[in-house]
């Protein structure tokens, strides 16, 4: 089963352009992380936001928390080409489980 | 270059055969984990390791077996594979504790025919 949903499933946007991906999860977590994945390779983990944080930067990524309404977004500023990849979120199971569950993605495609 | 790597990248079995996927890290990470990747689906857990001389079935454990070698090596192993079994498969492991991302390999992309 998995605990994050990603949305939309796909998204399509011009070079420069914000490009923002939400996740909803359906149970209490000890912290929410997002990674990239280029076509054909591995995940490259991004950020990991804990359940008492809302919001956290790290260059042009900005993700935030909602811990009310059990989601997240993660928005990259000023898109380039090179932005385009599958980006997922990834939560545990709250207490004492830290093991991540992935959604399924967002595609992202940046035109230049 | 440091991280998480992956042997074989690409392989093709026959139904029933067996194979054994490896992985090694070396930044000296307590935990490591086996997922596998199918379209649509995103990635599941098939087994993971907390730390040296300890595994736990994962969502997916069913057809596998895996063997922590030692702080470095996570083995996966098929013992007959099967067309569902068809899938690409990352390794990727993480310091102990809760604060911490993961590293993954690049996967292993595993077709059975």
Not at chain 1, 43 to 58: A, C, F, P, Q, T
Not at chain 2, 65 to 75: A, G, I, P, T, W
Request: net charge positive; proline share 4%.
């Amino acid at each position: 089963s998995q605990q994050g949903e990603e949305d939309p499933q796909a998204l399509s946007i011009q070079e420069g352009e914000n490009a923002t991906m939400n996740c909803s999860y359906k149970t209490s977590i000890n912290n929410l992380q997002w990674y990239r994945q280029n076509s054909g390779r591995g995940l490259v983990h991004l950020i990991l936001i804990r359940s008492n944080e809302r919001e956290k930067h790290s260059g042009r990524l900005r993700v935030t928390l909602d811990t009310s309404k059990k989601s997240s977004s993660l928005l990259i500023t000023a898109s380039r080409a090179a932005d385009t990849a599958s980006y997922f979120c990834a939560t545990d199971a709250g207490g004492g489980s830290y093991i991540p569950t992935f959604g399924r993605g967002t595609s992202l495609i940046v035109h230049p | 270059n440091a991280g998480v790597t992956q042997t074989p990248k690409f392989q093709v079995l026959k139904t029933g055969q067996s194979m054994t996927l490896q992985c090694a890290q070396d930044m000296n990470h307590n935990s490591m984990y086996w997922y596998r990747q199918d379209p649509g689906m995103g990635l599941r857990l098939i087994y993971y390791s907390a730390s040296e001389g300890t595994t736990d079935k994962g969502e997916v454990p069913n057809g596998y077996n895996v063997s922590r070698l030692n702080k470095r090596e996570f083995s996966l192993r098929l013992e007959s594979a099967a067309p569902s079994q068809t899938s690409v498969y990352f390794c990727a492991s993480s310091p102990t504790g809760q604060d911490y991302g993961y590293t993954f390999g690049s996967g292993t992309r595993l077709t059975v025919v």
